[in-house]
């Protein structure tokens, strides 16, 4: 089956740029997704098709998907936006997450 | 306001059954698939199963293929999940979400999530 790893957790100082990375097979034909969830609360989509964003998701959010791995960016981060982040992808009729990362904002 | 609620989850011992039930509104329930996702206490997310807007299509996850049931009745907005023979790994909170195939094909909208333990 389809697996998508991502690191268990990642650290920022607030205003600064930290990359989270979602990995697996043949990403280069896959559309990468990625959610937000704060504890407590359903997750809500800050990214989908690899770099796009929806309205109601902050600018500072951006992902790329280089073939090999899936990024999501956030860019002169906020308290607000330590969460656990989830990347996701669609293969064989089946919809998989990665792992999970623990943003923390120090 | 668009909006799914959950309701159905509980206390349910090994080999028990339970039905899910989600409620949609504030947008046209007959138009998108919908799904169901988990999640363990403390653990990531865990797709369950897709069910295409006019039912005919249905796809689940082999951790509860032959178990779980995904189904819908457009009429009354209403996602159902029929959770059969539960195993204590079926403890989660489920999540309902509607696949925005689209826009975004992605989950973009999301229920806050029922609670299902299995003891």
């Known amino acids: 089956s389809y697996e998508l790893t991502q690191p268990p957790s990642v650290s920022v100082s607030p205003g600064q740029t930290v990359s989270i990375t979602c990995s697996g097979q043949q990403l280069d034909n896959k559309n990468i997704n990625w959610y937000k969830q704060k504890p407590g609360q359903a997750p809500t989509l800050v990214i989908y098709?690899?770099?796009m964003r929806p309205s109601e998701s902050p600018e500072r959010f951006t992902g790329s998907n280089s073939g090999k791995t899936a990024t999501l960016t956030i860019s002169g981060t906020q308290a607000m936006d330590e969460a656990d982040y989830f990347c996701q992808a669609w293969d064989m009729y089946t919809w998989v997450f990665g792992g999970g990362t623990k943003l923390t904002v120090l | 306001e668009v909006q799914l609620v959950e309701s159905g989850g509980g206390l349910v011992q090994p080999g028990g059954s339970l039905r899910l039930s989600c409620t949609a509104s504030g947008f046209d329930f007959n138009k998108y698939s919908m799904g169901w996702v988990r999640q363990a206490p403390g653990k990531g997310l865990e797709w369950v199963a897709n069910i295409e807007p006019d039912g005919n299509n249905k796809f689940s996850g082999d951790a509860v293929r032959g178990r779980f049931t995904i189904s819908r009745d457009n009429a009354k907005n209403s996602l159902y999940l029929q959770m059969n023979s539960l195993r204590d790994e079926d403890t989660s909170v489920y999540f309902c979400?509607?696949?925005?195939?689209?826009?975004?094909?992605?989950?973009?909208?999301w229920g806050q999530g029922t609670l299902v333990t299995v003891s």
């Open positions: 098709q690899n770099n």
């Open positions: 979400a509607r696949y925005n195939y689209d826009d975004y094909v992605a989950f973009d909208v």
